[in-house]
Nanobody
Framework: VQLQASGGGLVQTGGSLRLSCAAS????????MGWFRQAPGKERELVAA???????NYADFVKGRFTISRDNAKNTADLQMNSLKPEDMAVYYC??????????????WGQGTLVTVSS
């Protein structure tokens, strides 16, 4: 099983990035997908999630700026990040969990991709 996260990089405040998570080794359509982030000295937090039928939910601090999507044909889950702020700077991780489990019981993690936002 592998979740390969990509798309991180350096962007200026107000800019955009699109993260992508490519899954292999799992029946992707059967998993809820999420994006977490962890800033230095802080705990990992859930940013956005999408369930198996495309229903989404977002942390308050990204609502209206970030959009999560999935493509079950390509086994990918993307996170479009707009209007980035310096406080969005973190390592972003994708995660997969089966329905019925909470996000505290993630089945699989991606390796993380660094997002740096310059002010």
């Amino acid at each position: 099983v592998q979740l390969q996260a990509s798309g991180g990089g350096l962007v200026q405040t107000g800019g955009s990035l699109r993260l992508s998570c490519a899954a292999s080794g799992i029946t992707f359509s059967m998993y809820r997908m999420g994006w977490f982030r962890q800033a230095p000295g802080k705990e990992r937090e859930l940013v956005a999630a999408i369930n198996t039928v495309g229903r989404t939910n977002y942390a308050d601090f990204v609502k209206g700026r970030f959009t999560i999507s999935r493509d079950n044909a390509k086994n990918t889950a993307d996170l479009q990040m707009n209007s980035l702020k310096p406080e969005d700077m973190a390592v972003y991780y994708c995660a997969a969990v089966v329905p019925g489990r909470s996000w505290a019981q993630v089945n699989y993690w991606g390796q993380g991709t660094l997002v740096t936002v310059s002010s």
